[in-house]
């Protein structure tokens, strides 16, 4: 069945690109019709094993898909007003829908279920089977366990499938407005070679430098990041070239695997196009931000994340002894690949600071790369390549929109059920009104339900139910949601289920839980920096007082130092166990103290232990010189 999936990507693709742009549908068809190709193509792509004996059973998902979806098209499309049951649209008939309704609702949910236990795994139709569940049974419930009035079958489908506060919600319109045109984009850019031209210009850079393939794999998996937005994609497509680029050089192999999955789950971090969390935070944020604003808030993060982590590989690198070799370099590709890049990244910049908004910037800035790219064979991207380009995106991106349906189940149901206003009132009190316990709080929460979803959809989820809890602590709504969208981020490498360096493991044929451990000594700094910029909202450029910006950004820039030390285990010269220690406590308290009058004195205190253990540390390595 390739050419029935190649044919529907292109049409998926196609029909993004103009609806998009330009919109004939209203919006609750123009997601159906989303959803109906989408899911047709995971049916498709991840058939029932064997595949080659069920063939015709996939067939018959896809023909039960095409009927459940099509029929939300056909009820809401005036079109098709002939075919509306009771002459009224299934908009105007909420409420008193009729019994035909209901029964294609529950085989819709049956297949957005279905689609999403082949796409991503079980844990999120089972949490989502759970919520449904509650719905119908809440009512059976103790009181700690936010007991409701219970709700029937047929209004559980029409919340959940018939209506807009579903399926076909927010987070299917995000996967719709923004995210599938992003991986188009960064489809097109790998045929035209842009994307190869990243990680070459990183070796080059990284020639001669200690651990330089280590570094390489840090600023690829960075750059190529930002264009998937996926961490375990990421460590999958740059992991086969940078993990054997570390293994050459000594690297053992768990190391290796960790470098690159903590490299490739902050890439979502890094602005312009970053996630598919940061186009939710356009829907969900209150008051609402633009996407300049949000790309803005997440440049000095990740700056200092990858900052971070380029210091720990070093120090890492000197610890076992990697000399800085000269690395041998494949040709030097063409510069066009370069200009191709620039344009594409200074486009998309351009027009969003211009007001447009992402998916009009992002869609210009896709003409603008076919046109530039058209100049030199090598980077042109022609009708062949444009068709893989469509497919590529359709394989990177199916998974997410059956995920996004299945979200949308549980968000119908909070919204039933009110359970979405009733944890935060549970939070805050658990928390006693203790800002970094409630942080802490929300950071466990955030990494397990993290542990077995994707990032974005785990950031869905906590800001749908939790978010609203940190504003009623006087946290900035916008570092709030960053403050989720890390963690969501970091859970990719926090043990004991670390999808991508889970990845990275079956590349570099390592131990997973070592590989584990140590993505997450690596991508330590994740950790710390969302307490950072949610106590000084500074690092987050949402405060006006330059000064004060400045001060902010460097004694964090100051406490990488001390963190990327102790997380090596070498500075200088190997650390023991008691410096490291020492060192970790005087980071955490240039990261995590509160503003107050204590501040300036702790953070002296921490400044003047790193400098006593840095001088000890330096002239220890001199007297080994």
Same mark, same amino acid.
């Given at each position: 069945?390739?050419?029935?999936f190649?044919?529907l990507?292109?049409?998926?693709?196609?029909?993004?690109?103009?609806?998009?742009?330009?919109?004939?549908?209203?919006?609750?068809?123009?997601l159906?019709?989303?959803? #109906?190709?989408?899911?047709?193509?995971?049916?498709?792509?991840?058939?029932?094993?064997?595949?080659?004996?069920?063939?015709?059973?996939?067939?018959?998902?896809?023909?039960a898909?095409?009927?459940?979806?099509?029929?939300?098209?056909?009820?809401?499309?005036?079109r098709?007003?002939s075919?509306?049951?009771?002459?009224?649209?299934?908009?105007?008939?909420?409420?008193?829908?009729?019994?035909?309704?209901?029964?294609?609702? #529950?085989?819709g949910?049956?297949?957005?279920?279905?689609?999403?236990?082949?796409?991503?795994?079980?844990?999120?139709?089972?949490?989502?089977?759970?919520?449904?569940?509650?719905?119908?049974?809440?009512?059976?419930?103790?009181?700690?366990?936010?007991?409701?009035?219970?709700?029937?079958?047929?209004?559980?489908?029409?919340?959940?499938?018939?209506?807009?506060?579903?399926?076909?919600?927010?987070?299917?319109?995000?996967?719709?407005?923004?995210?599938?045109?992003?991986?188009?984009?960064?489809?097109v850019?790998?045929?035209?070679?842009?994307?190869?031209y990243?990680?070459?210009?990183?070796?080059?850079?990284?020639?001669?430098?200690?651990?330089g393939?280590?570094k390489?794999?840090?600023?690829?998996?960075?750059?190529?990041?930002?264009?998937?937005?996926?961490?375990?994609?990421?460590?999958a497509?740059?992991?086969?070239?940078?993990?054997?680029?570390?293994?050459?050089?000594?690297?053992?192999?768990?190391?290796?695997?960790?470098?690159?999955?903590?490299?490739?789950?902050?890439?979502?971090l890094?602005?312009?196009?970053?996630g598919?969390?940061?186009y939710?935070?356009?829907?969900?944020?209150t008051?609402?931000?633009?996407?300049?604003?949000?790309?803005?808030?997440?440049?000095?993060?990740?700056?200092?994340?990858?900052?971070?982590?380029?210091?720990?590989?070093?120090?890492h690198?000197?610890?076992?002894?990697?000399?800085?070799?000269e690395?041998?370099?494949?040709?030097?590709?063409?510069?066009?690949?370069g200009?191709?890049?620039?344009?594409?990244?200074?486009?998309?910049?351009?027009?969003?600071i211009?007001?447009?908004?992402?998916?009009r910037?992002v869609?210009i800035?896709?003409?603008f790369?076919l046109?530039?790219?058209?100049?030199?064979?090598?980077?042109?991207?022609?009708?062949?390549?444009?068709?893989?380009? #469509?497919e590529?995106?359709?394989h990177?991106g199916?998974s997410?929109?059956?995920?996004a349906s299945?979200?949308?189940?549980?968000i119908g149901?909070?919204?039933l059920?009110g359970?979405?206003?009733?944890?935060?009132?549970?939070?805050?009190?658990l928390?006693?009104?203790?800002?970094?316990?409630?942080?802490i709080?929300l950071?466990?929460s955030?990494?397990?339900?993290g542990m077995?979803?994707?990032?974005?959809?785990?950031?869905?989820?906590?800001?749908t139910?939790?978010?609203?809890?940190?504003?009623d602590l006087?946290?900035?709504?916008?570092?709030?949601?960053?403050?989720?969208f890390?963690?969501?981020?970091?859970s990719m490498?926090?043990?004991?289920?670390?999808?991508?360096?889970?990845?990275?493991?079956?590349i570099?044929?390592?131990?997973?839980?070592?590989?584990?451990?140590?993505?997450?000594?690596?991508?330590?700094?994740?950790?710390? #920096?969302?307490?950072?910029?949610?106590? /000084?909202?500074?690092?987050?450029?949402?405060?006006?007082?330059?000064?004060?910006v400045?001060?902010n950004i460097l004694?964090v820039?100051?406490?990488?130092?001390?963190?990327?030390?102790?997380?090596?285990?070498h500075?200088?010269?190997?650390?023991p166990? /008691?410096?490291?220690v020492?060192?970790?406590?005087?980071?955490?308290?240039l990261?995590?103290?509160?503003?107050?009058?204590?501040?300036?004195?702790?953070?002296?205190?921490?400044?003047?232990?790193?400098?006593?253990?840095a001088?000890?540390?330096?002239?220890?390595?001199?007297?080994?010189?």
């Open positions: 069945m390739p050419l029935l190649r044919s990507a292109i049409l998926l693709g196609l029909f993004i690109l103009f609806e998009v742009n330009h919109p004939q549908l209203a919006p609750q068809a123009q159906a019709v989303f959803a #109906l190709l989408g899911l047709s193509l995971v049916f498709l792509k991840y058939p029932i094993h064997p595949p080659k004996s069920l063939p015709l059973l996939d067939l018959f998902f896809v023909l898909v095409v009927f459940c979806f099509g029929y939300v098209f056909i009820q809401t499309d005036a098709f007003q075919f509306w049951l009771n002459d009224q649209s299934l908009g105007n008939r909420a409420g008193l829908e009729h019994g035909l309704d209901h029964i294609v609702g #529950l085989v949910l049956a297949l957005v279920l279905e689609a999403t236990r082949r796409a991503i795994g079980l844990t999120l139709p089972l949490l989502a089977l759970a919520f449904l569940l509650y719905a119908a049974f809440g009512y059976l419930l103790p009181d700690w366990l936010f007991p409701h009035r219970g709700y029937n079958w047929t209004r559980i489908v029409s919340q959940t499938y018939l209506h807009a506060q579903g399926v076909f919600g927010i987070a299917l319109k995000v996967m719709f407005t923004y995210v599938f045109l992003f991986v188009l984009f960064g489809a850019l790998e045929q035209t070679g842009a994307t190869g990243i990680l070459n210009a990183a070796r080059r850079v990284f020639r001669n430098s200690t651990g393939p280590a390489v794999a840090v600023i690829s998996s960075g750059m190529m990041g930002s264009l998937s937005g996926s961490a375990v994609a990421n460590t497509t740059t992991g086969t070239f940078t993990i054997p680029l570390m293994r050459a050089i000594g690297f053992r192999r768990a190391v290796a695997g960790g470098i690159e999955a903590a490299a490739s789950s902050g890439g979502a890094v602005p312009p196009i970053m598919a969390g940061a939710m935070m356009l829907e969900i944020v008051p609402a931000v633009t996407y300049l604003e949000i790309i803005t808030a997440a440049l000095v993060p990740a700056i200092l994340y990858y900052a971070a982590l380029l210091l720990i590989v070093h120090f690198a000197k610890r076992i002894g990697v000399s800085a070799t690395q041998t370099l494949a040709k030097r590709p063409p510069k066009m690949r200009i191709v890049f620039l344009v594409a990244f200074s486009t998309l910049i351009a027009f969003l211009l007001g447009y908004t992402p998916f910037a869609s800035a896709l003409i790369v046109i530039v790219s058209a100049f030199r064979s090598t980077t042109r991207v022609g009708p062949r390549a444009l068709i893989r380009a #469509l590529g995106a359709a990177a199916v997410l929109i059956a995920a299945c979200v949308g189940i549980i149901v909070v919204t059920t359970v979405g206003a009733k944890l935060p009132s549970t939070l805050l009190p928390a006693q009104n203790n800002i970094l316990l409630a942080l709080l950071m466990i955030t990494i397990i339900l077995g979803l994707p990032s974005a959809v785990c950031y869905l989820l906590m800001a139910l939790v978010g609203p809890a940190l504003s006087g946290i900035a709504p916008l570092a709030a949601h960053f403050f989720i890390y963690f969501g981020m970091m490498v926090t043990p004991p289920v670390a999808l991508a360096a889970y990845t990275a493991a079956a570099a044929n390592a131990g997973i839980m070592q590989t584990g451990v140590t993505a997450f000594r690596f991508a330590l700094v994740g950790f710390a #920096l969302p307490y950072a910029f949610v106590l /000084h909202p500074e690092l987050l450029l949402l405060s006006a007082d330059l000064s004060a400045i001060a004694i820039l100051i406490g990488i130092f001390p963190l990327s030390a102790a997380a090596a285990g500075a200088f010269a190997p650390l166990t /008691h410096q490291r020492l060192l970790l406590a005087a980071a955490l308290l990261f995590l103290v509160p503003s107050g009058n204590a501040r300036l004195y702790l953070q002296g205190a921490a400044l003047l232990a790193v400098g006593v253990i001088v000890s540390n330096w002239r220890s390595a001199r007297s080994h010189a």
